[in-house]
């Protein structure tokens, strides 16, 4: 079993940066594809960022691209989103996810999830 833990959320000004933090305990860390997903208000959930095992390949969704790097410590446990020039269309709860099946991510299928944590842009 694999447990994830989400930080760094807050509120920001738009065109200012956060920097999300996902930690993961239970399992080898390196086993496990990774991603960030979000929820909107009154929105469904969303991709935002997928990474590899090693963390060499990077999916995003266009709406963030530019903007946010998904990148990964596996020394550490450590996933995260760094998220710059952010927008009030960011405004949403950051999800961290887990899973051996990168397909299963993509498709916001993963086996672990965090409980979240809140991103609000304000104009």
């Known amino acids: 079993q694999v447990q994830l833990v989400e930080s760094g959320g807050g509120l920001v000004q738009a065109g200012g940066s956060l920097r999300l933090s996902c930690a993961a305990s239970?399992?080898?860390?390196?086993?496990?594809?990774m991603g960030w997903f979000r929820q909107p208000p009154g929105k469904e959930r969303e991709t935002v960022a997928v990474i590899s095992l090693s963390g060499v390949r990077r999916y995003y969704a266009d709406s963030v691209k530019g903007r946010f790097t998904i990148f990964r410590m596996n020394a550490k446990n450590t996933m995260y989103l760094q998220m710059n020039s952010l927008k009030p269309e960011d405004t949403a709860v950051y999800y961290c996810?887990?899973?051996?099946?990168?397909?299963?991510?993509?498709?916001?299928?993963?086996?672990?999830w965090g409980q979240g944590t809140q991103v609000t842009v304000s104009s």
């Open positions: 996810a887990a899973d051996t099946n990168e397909e299963n991510i993509r498709l916001l299928r993963g086996a672990y």
């Open positions: 239970g399992r080898t860390f390196s086993s496990y594809y």
